[in-house]
């Protein structure tokens, strides 16, 4: 039932105009953190861990909260209108398995992006010259974005679950995006849901990338996600008994 | 235009658009202003933060820009309500009555921003007269590409039913104003987008910082804002708005 749901979630969003989002976004800071990266080569000296920060350092704390929490408007707006909740509560499903895939879609769309980053950096860095790119950082790298940017669409899906708007939860999570880096400055990146994406793909430090392990990060990650989704699934019940 | 303002009021009642405006203010003051204050920083504070304004000028306001025009419009794609609205009130003026509107909840939260960073300035006895001069222009030329934004997003969250379209322009045009800051060998990035128009009002620049010095041997140049881009902004700011108005006489509701 659980891919019936999301399939039914990936043909609702066919055709939509985030995927120019998706493509067009991590194309900017792949453009511009080269062209700077490469405008300040003397004094950026750590070749492809430089040029990751140069790429990611904005976009983690600024436009991915900002870009997941579109994504994850665009999946609730869906259903606020047109009286979309009557007819997905009508499924005959668990309501948590309804927020599970709602996740699950968001999920993709963040996973596609860690991907899309990636391969603008590792493409960004052969055009800058780079040779021999960190594989392994790399892909430790979107994984830990993967992870939260996860528990990112899981706190936005509440959010625009709770609010009948667009614009209001896209909002929050810019605001959220500030709050993680406030946070990170204070060495709370790591618990905190609007940092934890930030943290995982360790923009502002990507070569400390081992040094606290990632093996708390995971398990906060696990956390959240197992807390969030619980409460997704209780406010998707309480609809169901309120009426949409 | 009374009554309309009047509308817009009871429309947006209990939608919190002012207040999640405050709130992302609040959360960018706390983001500006966090940080250790110095002896160095205390001596510099007035023309540092003149120097570090337009940086985070370009990320929030062109953003709150964004929600502002999308929740405004938003709220009539919903339900169809221009269908409603339309006959008995003028396009021209409800258009204008939108275009108010959002100015007055966004500007308000501009001198928020500008207001706290004084405010913690003196609150933290930043050394040496207050620049008002210096200021006063400083949020002159923060409003000029933020109400050139509002409008140009205005119009597009007019234009488009589904607000993913006006939030993937405000997404990438910000993060191109963002970056032009950063990258003086294209100054045409600047000067050549409304989003780029907070680097090229810019008129501090700060040299001798660096990371073993740090603020010791800082030292601050005072330029005139660049009377090019206060131009294209101001004709870019015509243009949003008369297009906006002109696709909403055409628009089919």
């Known amino acids: 039932m659980i891919f019936k749901l999301f399939r039914a979630e990936a043909i609702k969003l066919r055709r939509s105009p985030l995927w120019l989002m998706f493509v067009f976004v991590p194309l900017i800071p792949a453009f511009l953190g080269t062209a700077n990266y490469l405008a300040n080569i003397e004094i950026l000296k750590s070749e492809w861990y430089s040029l990751w920060s140069q790429h990611t350092l904005f976009t983690d704390y600024f436009f991915l909260p900002i870009m997941v929490s579109v994504y994850c408007a665009r999946l609730m707006t869906l259903e606020h209108n047109s009286h979309g909740w009557n007819r997905l509560l009508t499924v005959p499903a668990g309501r948590g398995l309804i927020f599970v895939s709602k996740l699950m879609t968001a999920g993709l769309m963040v996973l596609l ?18 040779r021999e790119p960190p594989v392994r950082d790399i892909l430790i790298w979107c994984a830990g ?8 669409a899981a706190v936005q899906l509440l959010i625009s679950m709770a609010l009948n708007s667009f614009a209001l939860p896209v909002g929050i999570g810019f605001a959220g995006g500030l709050s993680g880096l406030v946070f990170l400055a204070r ?14 793909m360790a923009s502002n430090a990507p070569q400390k990338i081992s040094e606290r392990g990632y093996l708390p990060f995971v398990l906060i990650c696990i956390g959240y996600l197992v807390v969030f989704t619980a409460a997704g699934a209780v406010l998707v019940r309480r609809r169901g008994e309120m009426g949409s | ?51 570090q304004l337009p ?45 108010i509107y959002g100015l007055s909840m966004l500007i308000p939260c501009l001198v928020i921003d500008w207001a706290g960073v004084i405010v913690f300035g003196f609150v933290n006895g930043f050394q040496g007269d207050f620049p008002l001069r ?12 933020t109400v050139t934004i509002f409008l140009l997003q205005n119009a597009l969250s007019m234009a488009f039913r589904n ?26 990035l600047r000067r050549l987008t409304v989003w780029g128009g907070y680097g090229a009002l810019s008129f501090v620049g700060m040299y001798g910082y660096t990371a073993e010095t740090r603020w010791r041997d800082v030292f601050f140049t005072v330029d005139e804002p660049d009377p090019f881009a206060a131009i294209f902004l101001t004709l870019a700011a015509l243009a949003a708005y008369s297009m906006g108005k002109r696709l909403f006489k055409l628009k089919e509701v």
């Open chain 1, 145 to 152: 974005g993967f992870g939260g940017g996860m528990v990112l």
């Open chain 1, 113 to 130: 992006t860690m991907v899309w980053i990636g391969i603008l950096f590792v493409a960004s860095g052969y055009i800058a010259g780079l």
């Open chain 2, 55 to 99: 940086v985070l000028d370009s990320v929030i306001m062109p953003l709150m820009a964004m929600l502002a025009a999308s929740r405004l419009w938003d709220i009539e794609h919903r339900g169809g309500m221009l269908r409603r609205l339309v006959p008995v009130s003028g396009r021209n003026e409800l258009y204008d009555a939108k275009v």
């Open chain 1, 187 to 200: 060495h709370l990146g790591h618990v905190w849901p609007y940092s934890l994406m930030g943290y995982g």
């Open chain 2, 134 to 145: 210096l200021y006063l222009t400083r949020l002159l030329c923060a409003l000029l590409p």
């Open chain 2, 163 to 188: 607000q993913a379209v006006p939030f993937a322009v405000g997404i990438t045009g910000t993060f191109v104003g963002m970056f032009s800051m950063f990258l003086p060998r294209l100054p045409w």
């Open chain 2, 1 to 51: 235009m009374i009554k309309l303002l009047k509308c817009e009021y009871l429309k947006t009642r209990r939608r919190y658009i002012f207040l999640t405006l405050l709130a992302v203010t609040a959360m960018a003051l706390v983001w500006t202003l966090n940080g250790r204050v110095t002896e160095d920083t205390r001596r510099l504070g007035w023309m540092i933060y003149l120097y």
